[in-house]
């Protein structure tokens, strides 16, 4: 029963004014998505051109029609996952930054949650503020089988875990289309955009609705390392399937010729092979990280940004430390790098850069509260002052919002991130 038919005629009528073939370039497209979410990695390849051309001609032809555009590219009334993976070492630092500029930001999007299990996982309650949660999947880690294929076009080098921390890696990201995909099956719909990024990511500004590129997937710009920045990723479904099957897609990737890849270099194969069209973008956020650095970089090495610098960070490594490089001095180390490896944009003049040469220094939580503000601040303050029984109500109150739940209980995540021992 429709409560309120002038709107509905006013729907139609403003429908009716569109013109014809933007009609047939929204509906194609929108058909064909729903047929290849059931495609397996065998099929892709075969159907991978017919879907670029739709898409391109679509991208055409808004380009074109500004005011159409603003209709088909409406995300307030789009489906859109957001999937977090990765450990939670420092999530007391990027989860409310994730929480504020990505999932308050479009709070119709469901979350998706694959994670380790380990002695941080107890930090991931954060999310108890979640506007949705749609699926929490907290596992235990167990080896990745490795096959001759992932043996040739993986390298081991580069990675701290050899190419069972790649295959680890991949097995988390892929983990995101499996979770969505299931998701959709039991609601009977399909997401029409999906956000893929890390836990560890720190969020300096809001997730712009400018990155939503229907027929393309964005990446960050930068820290490439011979291929395409991977730690973050935003795409319609379909091309989202694609880049995320990083495990699935290894035979393509194999039979295409690739050998003795990294992550960057095997996830840019990856879309070449099957036919996605990328863009780079810079992206307001930074990996977070403990791992220690030379200063300065040689051309192959990592800058590790402060994260008070005001440049979109792409990506970047970064911790909250008192600059050390400023100015003309980050001209010199940046303008140094090899721009097809860890470079990241500096051209503004705003990129700081820390010493990483060591542990993190003393007094680094005063530089984070000063960086985050006031409300990241609290958040990051109530993590270490977190008592058991806070932290088994913040899980069990996500536990309600989820649809779906695969974790150890609330109380194991807390009694080993916690050191508290069972009576």
Not at 344 to 367: F, P, S, V, Y
Request: net charge positive; hydrophobic share 40%; with cysteine.
């Amino acid at each position: 029963m429709i409560k309120k038919p002038q709107k509905v005629n006013m729907f139609i009528k403003k429908w009716s004014e569109l013109d014809w073939r933007l009609l047939f370039l929204v509906v194609v497209p929108l058909s064909f998505l729903f047929f290849v979410s059931s495609l397996t990695s065998t099929h892709l390849n075969s159907v991978v051109s017919l879907r670029s051309f739709i898409f391109s001609n679509l991208s055409d032809f808004i380009s074109l029609h500004p005011h159409s555009a603003n209709a088909v590219r409406s995300l307030d009334r789009s489906r859109i996952a957001v999937c977090l993976v990765g450990g939670a070492r420092r999530f007391e630092l990027t989860g409310p930054s994730i929480v504020e500029k990505v999932l308050n930001r479009y709070p119709n999007a469901d979350l998706f949650l694959h994670c380790p299990m380990d002695k941080d996982a107890f930090k991931l309650s954060l999310l108890r503020t979640a506007p949705r949660l749609a699926s929490v999947r907290i596992f235990e880690q167990k080896l990745v089988p490795e096959t001759g294929e992932q043996v040739r076009v993986l390298t081991a080098a580069n990675s701290p875990n050899g190419i069972q921390g790649l295959l680890q890696y991949f097995n988390l990201v892929e983990g995101c289309i499996t979770m969505i995909e299931s998701h959709q099956k039991q609601r009977g719909f399909t997401y029409d955009w999906i956000v893929r990024t890390r836990v560890d990511g720190y969020w300096s500004a809001p997730l712009h609705p400018r990155n939503f590129v229907a027929g393309r997937y964005t990446v960050p710009s930068g820290s490439v390392y011979g291929g395409l920045n991977d730690r973050l990723g935003i795409g319609d479904f379909f091309t989202s399937k694609i880049a995320l099957s990083r495990l699935a897609l290894i035979p393509e990737i194999d039979k295409a010729g690739y050998r003795q890849l990294n992550s960057e270099s095997a996830f840019k194969a990856q879309l070449t092979t099957l036919n996605i069209s990328y863009a780079e973008n810079r992206l307001p956020f930074c990996v977070v990280t403990d791992r220690t650095y030379e200063f300065p970089p040689a051309r192959l090495g990592v800058p590790v940004a402060a994260m008070s610098s005001l440049d979109p960070l792409s990506g970047a490594k970064c911790r909250p430390c008192s600059p050390v490089c400023k100015d003309g001095c980050v001209a010199d180390v940046m303008s140094s790098l090899d721009k097809g490896w860890s470079w990241t944009d500096w051209g503004n003049g705003t990129l700081e850069l820390c010493n990483a040469q060591g542990e993190w220094e003393k007094g680094w939580e005063k530089i984070f509260d000063r960086v985050a503000g006031q409300k990241l601040a609290q958040e990051r303050k109530r993590v270490k002052s977190l008592k058991l029984e806070e932290c088994i109500g913040d899980f069990r109150e996500m536990k309600k919002k989820a649809f779906k739940w695969e974790a150890p209980t609330p109380e194991e995540i807390c009694r080993l991130g916690l050191g508290v021992s069972q009576n």
